[in-house]
């Protein structure tokens, strides 16, 4: 399968614990996007890389938050000190930088924090 | 913040075409139109996008306002596989910016 894979698919973290997803994009796609989402609403963006450079960032991603993609392929999404507010689902998504570039999304990584 | 607007549901007789409206208003001359649909704890899934003319693929129809202020997807027959939330986002052409969501069109195809 040449989709977007997101590891792991699931996670449940106690409260103020680390948690770590990671992003693999299709194959050359140089952009790479997160986004959280929530029970009954649309994703939501968090950041976006094109290559190796983090060029946007939401006000959504406080700092326990952090995002890298240390050689333009795969990437990672770090929260440190896990809030129950952070229980949601996180998507990963690439694109191609063309005209018209159409973004595609793994199947995404849930977070309980009990 | 999203861009679009959509209706929160709607149904469709199984087997009849289902029409998703759009409005977006403030769309740009260089953004497009994109359709993805979400089928419960999965992610996003991509149907359809255009810029200014009709567009039909194997999934569906996507008919574009001559304004481009709105637009209308259509699944031809759709079937109970179909029933899912339903995303209109509007998008910039290759500048790489995020994508808005709403919360979309739930829709449901009754047997």
């Known amino acids: 399968d040449t989709g977007v894979s997101q590891n792991p698919r699931h996670k449940i973290t106690k409260r103020g614990q680390n948690v770590t997803f990671r992003c693999d994009p299709i194959s050359e796609h140089n952009r790479l996007y997160w986004y959280r989402q929530t029970l009954g609403q649309g994703p939501e963006f968090l950041t976006y890389f094109q290559n190796e450079a983090q060029l946007e960032k939401s006000r959504l991603l406080s700092d326990r938050f952090s995002a890298e993609r240390p050689k333009g392929s795969f990437s990672t999404l770090e929260i440190q000190r896990t809030e129950q507010g952070d229980s949601a689902m996180y998507l990963c998504?690439?694109?191609?930088?063309?005209?018209?570039?159409?973004?595609?999304f793994g199947e995404g990584s849930w977070l309980t924090v009990v | 913040d999203a861009k679009t607007t959509q209706p929160p549901s709607m149904d469709c007789a199984e087997g009849r075409a289902a029409n998703l409206p759009c409005n977006h208003s403030?769309?740009?001359?260089?953004?497009?139109v994109y359709w993805y649909r979400q089928i419960h704890s999965q992610g996003p899934q991509y149907i359809i996008h255009?810029?200014?003319n009709n567009e039909t693929n194997e999934m569906a129809s996507l008919i574009i306002t001559e304004d481009r202020k709105s637009s209308t997807l259509i699944l031809p027959h759709a079937t109970l596989r179909d029933t899912a939330v339903y995303y209109c986002i509007v998008g910039p052409s290759n500048t790489g910016n995020q994508f808005y969501f709403g919360t979309g069109t739930s829709l449901t195809v009754i047997p």
């Open positions: 403030t769309i740009s001359g260089n953004e497009y």
């Open positions: 998504a690439s694109s191609l930088e063309v005209s018209g570039n159409t973004i595609y």
């Open positions: 255009g810029l200014k």
